[in-house]
């Protein structure tokens, strides 16, 4: 089974600060990794799919990169509503599918 | 609009059964791979089991054996037979779409990009 490792589980920061999460896959996941956002009482909202494609929608502060077994989740400027848990996913286990254990990004 | 709502949660006891169900509009479920999702109270989120476009299925080896996965095409409802339920399945299960193309060409995936809003289970004597 492939396990995806997030750093760290917590964030605290300020509007404006640029914030970056990391995701670790156990084993090679080529670039078969999705971010999603999630915020108290709501439904997982995709963010990135691709590893670094922009889900149509998102505003261009989130980006993502990485290939292989390390990968970042990066928002630019943090904005009030971009307080939340994120999770990473890997797809590359076909068809099976495994999240990370979450980010949750708090107001320093 | 593309929309997904679940229901059919509830209070069930060790040992038995429920099924969810998940009413899509704005799309075809049997077009699509839908999958179900959940997240036990305070935790990370957990994938659960897939419906294939064409109709295969698979599971998550804590689910395997005892849930089922089903659509109803005339009614465009994604469904989640859970039998011998436990107290670890208590959880907000989500349906949603999956957007991934599995052939014997290779797999894509693109996301799940649309979800419902949740049903919440809880298994407790």
């Known amino acids: 089974d492939i396990q995806m490792t997030q750093s760290p589980s917590s964030v605290s920061a300020s509007v404006g600060d640029r914030v970056t999460i990391t995701c670790r896959a156990s084993q090679g996941i080529s670039s078969w990794l999705a971010w999603y956002q999630q915020k108290p009482g709501k439904a997982p909202k995709l963010l990135i799919y691709a590893a670094s494609s922009l889900q149509s929608g998102v505003p261009s502060r989130f980006s993502g990169s990485g290939s292989g077994t390390d990968f970042t989740l990066t928002i630019s400027s943090l904005q009030p509503e971009d307080f939340a848990t994120y999770y990473c996913?890997?797809?590359?286990?076909?068809?099976?599918?495994?999240f990370g254990g979450g980010t949750k990004v708090e107001i320093k | 609009e593309v929309q997904l709502v679940e229901s059919g949660g509830g209070l069930v006891q060790p040992g038995g059964s429920l099924r969810l169900s998940c009413a899509a509009s704005g799309f075809t479920v049997s077009s699509n791979y839908m999958s179900w999702v959940r997240q036990a109270p305070g935790k990370g989120l957990e994938w659960v089991s897939v419906i294939y476009s064409g109709g295969s299925t698979y599971y998550a080896d804590s689910v395997k054996g005892r849930f089922t996965i089903s659509r109803d095409n005339s009614k465009n409802t994604l469904y989640l037979q859970m039998n011998s339920l436990r107290a670890e399945d208590t959880a907000v299960y989500y349906c949603?779409?999956?957007?991934?193309?599995?052939?014997?060409?290779?797999?894509?995936?693109?996301?799940?990009?649309?979800w419902g809003q949740g049903t919440t289970v809880t298994v407790s004597s």
């Open positions: 949603a779409r999956d957007l991934r193309v599995d052939t014997a060409m290779g797999h894509y995936y693109y996301g799940m990009d649309v």
């Open positions: 996913q890997q797809a590359n286990s076909f068809p099976f599918l495994t």
